[in-house]
């Protein structure tokens, strides 16, 4: 036979690079390159300074104005388990760039801010009036006083009832008044409740008590806000894009390039304000570096824990975006980011801040808790907003996580 004639014939199982899978794994060694490379950098950096020592801010948040406000600041960024001032500084002034490049339609806006809604400016106001009203009004914070806790979970509505009532109802005074000030007034109690009887008995993370708030104040609250007569739906002004709307093959294609996979990754940071947003995530990073390397005991309820909490952040939506990039393209969106802010954080502070701890519970919440939270979104009513799914989900996958980790003999 003629070499000619051997190489037409076997040139069809000539092996071919396909684009829309080496993409996602080149994104994928780009983010764990990038979670490592942040841990290692800032374990050189852990220091002892004088930036806001978490114990002082607890100390003095119960009666004094300024550490009040620090403490809502905090508050901004306890669902990814940093709780740190300049952390929040640095996400809201991300998410207002975000914001306004979105408004501008502007091609370096990113991933687009609160899923497109241009509500960013009505979900901020809700979460810092929701919040202002528990610490300044209500004054939870007063439980610092009797020096029994060292945390207290008056965070809750920045990432549940408020900003979630708005994105159901629309921009108005209405919606926002009334998911601030129910968000704000019920959600402490409930979590407080469960944080102090329920959880010490499971011996579980103490984060399945600020979700299942989460889970059970939105129920509630959403009930209630369908029968209201005054909660009427109304349209956000729509951000018309310059550009047509991308088909199905277009999407896939964009979702196939490494920085799609890396965009799509540090968006998950913000996702539990409901920003979603790479830039706001970026500036939310920065931040919590600067205030790890200003004074190492104030993030984290000052324990030693961020490097290997972002450790695991990266790690899990890493492995929940490369496994379920196909739920992105045919439903737009997918909640990859429910270990980031639950699973692989929680464990790493109930098992030590280690690699071992933080990639283990990275993977195994990058597995679970995308699935089990569309399993319970599919049994909502239209009137509950998804996050509802989501929180059950973090709060589920925590636990199974947390129990295997128990049972192993090197955790």
């Not at 207290?152 to 708005?166: D, E, Q």
């Not at 947003?277 to 984290?300: D, K, P, Q, R, T």
Request: charged residues 10%; glycine residues 8%.
């Amino acid at each position: 036979m003629a070499k000619a004639q051997v190489t037409e014939e076997f040139e069809h199982v000539k092996p071919t690079i396909d684009s829309t899978t080496i993409g996602p794994l080149l994104g994928f060694i780009s983010v764990l390159i990038l979670g490592f490379g942040l841990y290692f950098f800032l374990t050189l950096f852990q220091t002892d300074g004088t930036w806001l020592p978490y114990e002082t801010v607890i100390a003095n948040a119960h009666h004094n104005l300024f550490y009040k406000f620090i403490w809502l600041l905090m508050n901004f960024t306890e669902a990814q388990f940093y709780a740190g001032a300049l952390a929040s500084i640095f996400m809201i002034v991300g998410a207002f760039i975000a914001w306004r490049l979105d408004v501008k339609r502007s091609p370096l806006a990113g991933i687009r801010i609160s899923y497109g809604s241009n509500l960013w400016p009505w979900i901020f106001a809700s979460q810092f009036i929701s919040v202002a009203i528990a610490i300044f009004i209500l004054n939870y914070t007063n439980a610092f006083s009797t020096g029994e806790y060292t945390w207290l979970p008056t965070f809750i509505s920045v990432v549940a009832v408020p900003p979630a009532v708005m994105l159901l109802y629309g921009p108005s005074y209405r919606a926002l008044f009334t998911g601030s000030i129910l968000g704000g007034l019920i959600s402490y109690p409930v979590a407080f409740w469960i944080m102090t009887t329920i959880i010490p008995v499971l011996g579980v993370p103490g984060v399945v008590s600020n979700v299942l708030t989460m889970a059970i104040t939105g129920i509630v609250v959403y009930h209630l806000c369908h029968v209201l007569p005054w909660m009427k739906k109304v349209p956000a002004k729509e951000i018309k894009p310059i550009e047509p709307a991308p088909t199905k093959d277009e999407m896939k294609q964009q979702m196939s390039t490494p920085s799609w996979f890396v965009r799509r990754v540090l968006a998950d940071f913000t996702e539990a304000p409901f920003y979603g947003n790479e830039i706001a995530s970026i500036f939310l990073l920065v931040g919590v570096s600067i205030e790890w390397i200003l004074n190492s005991g104030h993030g984290a309820y000052a324990s030693g824990a961020i490097p290997a909490i972002i450790l695991s952040q990266f790690i899990s939506a890493a492995v929940g975006i490369y496994l379920f990039r196909g739920k992105y393209i045919e439903q737009g969106w997918y909640a990859t980011y429910v270990p980031v802010v639950s699973v692989g954080p929680a464990c790493v502070l109930m098992f030590g801040p280690t690699i071992p701890v933080a990639v283990f519970a990275g993977v195994l919440g990058g597995i679970i808790g995308a699935p089990v939270a569309e399993y319970f979104a599919r049994k909502l009513p239209e009137h509950i907003h998804p996050t509802v799914a989501n929180v059950t989900s973090m709060a589920l996958c925590t636990i199974v996580v947390a129990v295997v980790m128990n049972a192993l003999p090197w955790f």
